[in-house]
């Protein structure tokens, strides 16, 4: 019996501790359940876990930010003929790390290494035994890359990639700039290259030529769009969407001729594979309007494939000077003619002379005997040039030299550009620049003296654009004649000039028979400067050690093109020099006069809008569009009246005035011509009283003063 009831009472104990343990476990179940619903409700009410805002990070792993990129701008040639366009290159990688599945389960990783390698062989320029190599790092990577054979690939061998549906196999876009031409003006256009932002995106950057100068109008502005989107990046219809357009790039379009351009660059690298010279340049310019038809230099490079980029990063038209020799005759005699210093008849004693202890030779030593002032051009005396030099003066010359500009930088729309140096501090200095000797100077200032020839002595800037067009096609600004400063000499001295360059021709007394194109009318002047020694004192000696140039116009007696080639020591001189430049000069010059036999004759003026009623900012657009600069007269809004009316024709880069409600104001006149300072006397009408010639260096009353009816403004102008 006793034994039955101690059974019992275990049996009663293990009892109670069961239910005491179950109590337990219940309570704690409950009281971790009550954690949970606590902990659940808090998220739900604060939406915060470790002061984390739950509904923030879900948009945000829901929510895509895309950047829409701008398109860089085209660059066409004057005929709308695509130079520069953007395009898009790809760099292939291959994720190798098997974690890597996406949301259907499926591996995003290499899966067959062998096939993979055999099937991109076909296409990449890396045998299968080259891909394998680097599908199989000797370290664990999660993803590789395929050095350069798998960098640079089209959109072409990207699909056609794609189209193999290769597990792993993903790519990296690259913008990049196409340039189809190859070696075509290739430091004028310049080169556009991606660089990384501080954001650590890509974009097209210019480093060279008109890409760098222009990279704000031609590099855009990128657009966004931020959107919702599910597990399998679809956008989710119901999703918000934030939107702003891309703003594509201006389009740039050039004053470059592509036909003349290709065939240019084709007779300097005949040039430059045959002789072998240091450096070339050769432009032709249209001297009308310093419009650019065609430039280029060797050594050159190929943007596309920047092959030859290394060795010729310096754009020689702008950033090189050089003594230009003898073709700086020209300014000399035009100087000499206007001034009243130029006597073709009076005799000189040729062959050497001595001015201030040195000895000046011309190139033939012995020189022609007793020769007339007439013939010193077209023999290009350097002895008869000093004579003519000497009769001007010093202070006569300088002053001519100053007016063209020498030692100034043109301004042109190419960087880097130096501005030369012009030595003129004694007899010496003073007598060889008369022979382009101790004067250093740039192609494109060159360019623009001889632009005179063009306008009866007036410079124009050389340009290289011709118009700038919006991604729509309307034009935003177009081409200014831009004139520099006033003229430089007379009608009257182009004549002599013009008929001294075409006595240059002249097999007798001429230097530049060899130039000569028969039954066309052209004029020209050779040039072969001396190279100072890079190492000290004096010049270089050699048959070789010279810059040799040609600089032609046509036609002769009214010239408009005005073709210009340099050439530095050709390394193989197996022919003469005029012999090297003439098979450049001569087949470029007879392109450029069928070009101008075929084409329409292009006209220099523009037709003045009608502005009345605009307000002064559509005005001044419009203005721009055409080549027109808009002076506002007035502190009114919308214009009342203008002093040119509509269709009247102007000369491009030409002033137009107009009238606007309200206070007038004096503008600051510095600058300006005689013929603006009455043009805005007729229109605000006050009398003017100028004094001098040149452009305006003050004014009488200070600009910003009120103008009344009646005023008298004084007014003066300097050269």
Same mark, same amino acid.
């Given at each position: 019996m006793k034994k039955k009831s101690n059974l019992k009472l275990q049996k009663t104990r293990a009892h109670g501790y069961r239910f005491t343990v179950?109590?337990?476990?219940q309570l704690a179940v409950a009281l971790v359940f009550l954690v949970f619903i606590a902990r659940f409700i808090y998220i739900g009410v604060s939406k915060k876990v470790s002061g984390q805002d739950l509904s923030a990070r879900t948009h945000q792993l829901y929510k895509r930010n895309q950047v829409l990129k701008a398109n860089r701008g085209t660059i066409f040639d004057r005929d709308g003929l695509a130079i520069a366009e953007d395009s898009h290159l790809y760099t292939i990688y291959a994720i190798l790390d098997k974690s890597s599945i996406n949301y259907k389960n499926k591996p995003e990783y290499v899966v067959n290494k062998e096939k993979t390698a055999k099937k991109l062989a076909t296409v990449l320029p890396l045998?299968?035994? &080259?891909?394998?190599?680097?599908?199989?790092?000797?370290?664990?990577?999660?993803?590789?890359?395929?050095?350069?054979?798998?960098?640079?690939?089209?959109?072409?061998?990207?699909?056609?990639?794609?189209?193999?549906?290769?597990?792993?196999?993903?790519?990296?876009? %690259?913008?990049?700039?196409? +340039?189809?031409?190859?070696?075509?003006?290739?430091?004028?256009?310049?080169?556009? &290259?991606?660089?990384y932002d501080k954001n650590g995106n890509q974009n097209l950057v210019g480093t060279m030529g008109l890409e760098a100068w222009l990279n704000n109008t031609l590099k855009g502005k990128d657009g966004y769009r931020i959107s919702s989107v599910d597990a399998s990046e679809t956008q989710m219809p119901n999703g918000s969407q934030t939107y702003k357009a891309a703003q594509n790039g201006k389009d740039v379009y050039l004053t470059i001729d592509s036909q003349l351009q290709t065939y240019l660059e084709s007779r300097l690298d005949y040039v430059q594979d045959? +002789?072998?010279?240091?450096?070339? %340049?050769?432009?032709?310019?249209?001297?009308?309007?310093?419009?650019?038809?065609? $430039?280029? &230099?060797?050594? @050159?490079?190929?943007?596309?494939?920047?092959? *030859?980029? %290394?060795?010729?990063?310096?754009?020689?038209?702008?950033? /090189? %000077?050089?003594?230009?020799?003898?073709?700086?005759?020209?300014?000399?005699?035009?100087? $000499?003619?206007?001034?009243?210093? +130029?006597?073709?008849?009076?005799?000189?004693?040729?062959?050497?002379?001595?001015? *201030?202890?040195?000895?000046?030779? /011309?190139?033939?030593?012995?020189?022609?005997?007793?020769?007339?002032?007439?013939?010193?051009?077209?023999?290009?005396?350097? @002895?008869?040039?000093? !004579?003519?030099?000497?009769?001007?003066?010093?202070?006569?010359?300088?002053?001519?030299? !100053?007016?063209?500009?020498?030692?100034?930088?043109?301004?042109?729309?190419?960087?880097?550009?130096?501005?030369?140096?012009?030595?003129?501090?004694?007899?010496? /200095?003073?007598?060889?620049?008369?022979?382009?000797?101790?004067?250093?100077?740039?192609?494109?200032?060159?360019?623009?003296?001889?632009?005179?020839?063009?306008?009866?002595? &007036?410079?124009?800037?050389?340009?290289?654009? #011709?118009?700038?067009?919006?991604?729509?096609?309307?034009?935003?600004?177009?081409?200014?004649?831009?004139?520099?400063?006033?003229?430089? +000499?007379?009608?009257?001295?182009?004549?002599?000039?013009? #008929?001294?360059?075409?006595?240059?021709?002249?097999?007798?007394?001429?230097?530049?028979?060899?130039?000569?194109?028969?039954g066309e009318s052209i004029a020209i002047k050779t040039g072969t400067a001396q190279i100072a020694n890079p190492k000290g004192g004096g010049y270089l000696k050699g048959d070789s050690n010279y810059i040799f140039s040609v600089v032609g116009v046509t036609p002769a007696d009214n010239p408009r093109y005005c073709v210009y080639i340099t050439m530095k020591q050709p390394r193989r001189m197996s022919d003469s020099a005029e012999k090297i430049l003439a098979s450049i000069f001569k087949p470029v010059m007879?392109?450029?006069?069928?070009?101008?036999?075929?084409?329409?004759?292009?006209?220099?003026?523009?037709?003045?809008? /009608?502005?009345?009623g605009m307000t002064y900012e559509k005005a001044k657009e419009k203005t721009k569009s055409i080549g027109l600069n808009i002076v506002k007269i007035g502190d009114g809004e919308k214009i009342t009246n203008q002093l040119y009316s509509k269709g009247q024709k102007q000369e491009s880069g030409s002033k137009v005035f107009v009238l606007t409600s309200g206070k007038i104001l004096?503008?600051?006149?510095?600058?300006?011509?005689?013929?603006?300072?009455?043009?805005? $006397?007729?229109? $605000?009408?006050? !009398?003017?009283?100028?004094?001098?010639? *040149?452009?305006v260096t003050s004014q009488s009353i200070e600009a910003g003063s009120v103008l009344k009816a009646g005023d008298t403004i004084k007014i003066s102008l300097k050269e």
């Open positions: 179950g109590r337990i476990l045998s299968k035994k &080259q891909i394998l190599k680097y599908l199989n790092p000797k370290q664990k990577a999660f993803q590789v890359q395929f050095g350069s054979g798998g960098s640079g690939l089209t959109k072409a061998q990207k699909q056609k990639i794609e189209k193999m549906k290769l597990p792993g196999i993903k790519f990296l876009e %690259t913008p990049s700039r196409l +340039y189809p031409n190859g070696d075509f003006a290739s430091h004028i256009v310049g080169l556009a &290259q991606p660089e045959k +002789y072998d010279p240091v450096h070339m %340049t050769a432009v032709v310019e249209d001297m009308k309007t310093g419009k650019i038809l065609a $430039a280029s &230099q060797r050594p @050159t490079f190929n943007p596309q494939t920047k092959k *030859g980029l %290394t060795n010729s990063y310096r754009n020689i038209l702008v950033q /090189d %000077t050089y003594e230009p020799g003898s073709v700086f005759k020209i300014l000399t005699l035009a100087a $000499a003619a206007d001034s009243g210093n +130029y006597h073709p008849n009076e005799y000189y004693r040729s062959g050497s002379v001595t001015i *201030g202890g040195a000895t000046i030779h /011309d190139w033939l030593t012995s020189g022609w005997g007793t020769i007339p002032l007439s013939d010193a051009f077209a023999h290009s005396s350097n @002895t008869g040039f000093v !004579k003519i030099e000497r009769e001007m003066g010093g202070k006569t010359w300088l002053k001519y030299l !100053k007016r063209f500009r020498i030692g100034q930088k043109t301004g042109v729309t190419l960087p880097g550009e130096q501005a030369g140096i012009l030595s003129f501090n004694g007899p010496v /200095d003073q007598a060889v620049t008369s022979f382009g000797q101790g004067v250093n100077v740039n192609v494109m200032q060159m360019m623009q003296a001889f632009s005179s020839l063009g306008n009866n002595g &007036q410079m124009v800037k050389p340009q290289f654009i #011709d118009k700038i067009t919006d991604s729509d096609g309307k034009t935003i600004e177009g081409y200014q004649i831009k004139k520099v400063g006033r003229p430089v +000499y007379s009608a009257a001295a182009r004549k002599v000039v013009t #008929d001294n360059m075409k006595k240059v021709l002249n097999k007798q007394i001429g230097t530049g028979s060899a130039y000569k194109i028969p007879s392109r450029v006069i069928l070009m101008s036999k075929n084409a329409k004759s292009a006209s220099t003026k523009v037709e003045t809008p /009608d502005l009345k004096y503008p600051n006149m510095t600058g300006w011509s005689k013929e603006d300072v009455h043009q805005f $006397a007729n229109l $605000a009408r006050i !009398k003017v009283s100028v004094q001098g010639s *040149g452009s």
